[in-house]
């Protein structure tokens, strides 16, 4: 496995490297806030939960109040910490409820691409595309690759593409990534009308 350079701060990348629910928590939070700020939340979340490695259980029964606060406690871990805290519950008890608790068993026990897409796509906060950007971010920087993964990733697993997260490995590709969605935003701002 390459090292990861997501969170862009050495213990929370490592710590995405070895937690899936961190892993999956994060792409969570990546919406209207910086990457490597979402990224970054699981880890920060550990840290005031004060554990090592995240828990779907301990997580979904956190009382929801409390568990806002920890997202909310400056410098808060989202720009919508209420908002992101419920949504990250509501991830942990479908992991709870769906794969008793063991994140991993989505893509480990995924009959090929479609099946994971399937999977994902049914998971609080995960549309199409967050979807399709988790399958090429393990493809691509964790070797879980199913049969089709590239398929069901669409545009986002396409070999050598600079889209997402999926393909940030340094600090030349983040750029080209942010220079990408910015392109992106301006586009989608020229179309409406």
């Given at each position: 496995?390459?090292?990861?350079?997501?969170?862009?701060?050495?213990?929370?990348?490592?710590?995405?490297?070895?937690?899936?629910?961190?892993?999956?928590?994060a792409?969570?939070?990546?919406?209207?806030?910086?990457?490597?700020?979402?990224?970054?939340?699981?880890y920060?979340?550990?840290?005031?939960?004060?554990?090592?490695?995240?828990?779907?259980?301990?997580?979904?029964?956190?009382?929801?109040?409390?568990?806002?606060?920890?997202?909310?406690?400056?410098?808060?871990?989202?720009?919508?910490?209420?908002?992101?805290?419920?949504?990250?519950?509501?991830?942990?008890?479908?992991?709870?409820?769906?794969?008793?608790?063991?994140?991993?068993?989505?893509?480990?026990?995924?009959?090929?691409?479609?099946?994971?897409?399937?999977?994902?796509?049914?998971?609080?906060?995960?549309?199409?595309?967050?979807?399709?950007i988790?399958?090429?971010?393990?493809?691509?920087?964790?070797?879980?690759?199913?049969?089709?993964?590239?398929?069901?990733?669409?545009?986002?697993?396409?070999?050598?593409?600079?889209?997402?997260?999926?393909?940030?490995?340094?600090?030349?590709?983040?750029?080209?990534?942010?220079?990408?969605?910015?392109?992106?935003?301006?586009?989608?701002?020229?179309?409406?009308?």
């Open positions: 496995m390459t090292k990861l350079w997501l969170a862009q701060e050495p213990a929370a990348d490592e710590m995405l490297r070895h937690d899936p629910l961190a892993l999956i928590t792409m969570l939070l990546d919406q209207q806030i910086p990457l490597e700020k979402a990224f970054v939340g699981p920060r979340l550990a840290e005031r939960m004060g554990v090592q490695r995240l828990d779907a259980a301990q997580i979904a029964d956190y009382d929801p109040a409390a568990f806002a606060e920890l997202y909310a406690t400056p410098l808060a871990i989202h720009r919508f910490p209420g908002s992101m805290a419920e949504r990250t519950q509501k991830l942990a008890r479908a992991i709870v409820d769906e794969y008793d608790g063991d994140v991993a068993t989505i893509w480990t026990g995924a009959k090929d691409g479609k099946d994971l897409f399937k999977r994902l796509s049914a998971l609080p906060g995960f549309g199409k595309m967050k979807a399709q988790f399958i090429a971010l393990l493809g691509k920087q964790f070797d879980v690759r199913p049969e089709g993964w590239r398929e069901a990733a669409g545009v986002y697993g396409e070999e050598g593409s600079l889209r997402s997260v999926a393909d940030i490995r340094d600090a030349a590709s983040l750029a080209k990534v942010r220079e990408f969605k910015k392109q992106m935003k301006a586009d989608a701002k020229a179309a409406k009308p």
